[in-house]
C-alpha cells in the first residue's frame, strides 16, 4: 500500500472520532482575490492565483501559476489540480501571532492532474525520467493525471508529499491559510504548523 492510499485512511480515521466541539466550517467554493507570491527553493519566486472547493470531509483544489507578478491571464505557466480528503482539527491556536484564532487542519493528496500552459514549461516536463512525471508526452493545453506515477518529480512528488499539516482560520467570508514554508515544500510534521498566514481567499457567492 503506497503512501498515499496510507495517508488516506489515517484521515478517514482521524474524521471518524468524536468531536467536542465543531471546528470551523470550510465548506463552499474560495477563490484568489489578487495575483500571490509563494516561496520555492533557492529563493526562486512563485506568482499564483488559487480556486478551493470543500465538502465536509473532501477538498478539490486548482493553482495557476503565472510568469510574473502581474498573473496576467496571457502569462500563464501552468495548473495543478489535486484532490483529498481533510479534517480541520477543533482545537483552536491560542498563542499570541497572526494565527491565533486559526485551528490546525491535516489534508491529503489523493490524486493529482497537472496541465502546461506554456510551451516552455510543457518541455520543462517533459525532461522528467520517464515513468516520474506522467504516462504520456505532455503537451501545452492537455491536462494529464499524474496519480499513478506518485505526482511530477519535476514539480511535485507523492513520495516526499503525501499529506500537509497546516492552519485554517475562517474570518466572515475570508478562508485564511498557513504561510507556505520557505523553501516551497510542504509541511507534513504537526510539530512545525506556520506561524504566519497566506493572503485570504475570498468565498464565492
Known sequence: MNAVRLATLATLCLSGQSLAAEPPSLVGRWKSTQCEVRPGAGGQKYYVKRDFTYTKTDSKASITFY????CDESKK?????????????????????????????????????????A??????????????CGTKKWEVG???DVTSTNG???????????WEQDVVKVVGD??????RPADGGCNPDVKHLPSELQAPLKRVK
Open 152 to 162: 511530477c518529480s519535476a514539480v511535485f512528488s507523492f513520495n516526499t508529499c503525501p
Open 67 to 70: 510568469a510574473d507578478e502581474t
Open 119 to 132: 510551451e516552455g514549461f510543457a518541455q520543462y516536463l517533459n525532461s522528467a525520467a520517464p515513468g516520474t
Open 174 to 179: 475570508e478562508l485564511y491559510f498557513g504561510a
Open 77 to 117: 505557466m501552468s495548473r495543478v489540480f489535486f484532490t483529498g480528503p481533510y479534517v480541520v482539527r477543533t482545537q483552536v491556536i491560542d498563542t499570541e501571532g497572526a494565527t491565533k484564532g486559526a485551528s490546525p487542519a491535516h489534508f491529503v493528496f489523493s490524486t493529482l492532474k497537472l496541465t502546461p500552459l
Open 142 to 144: 492537455k491536462e494529464q
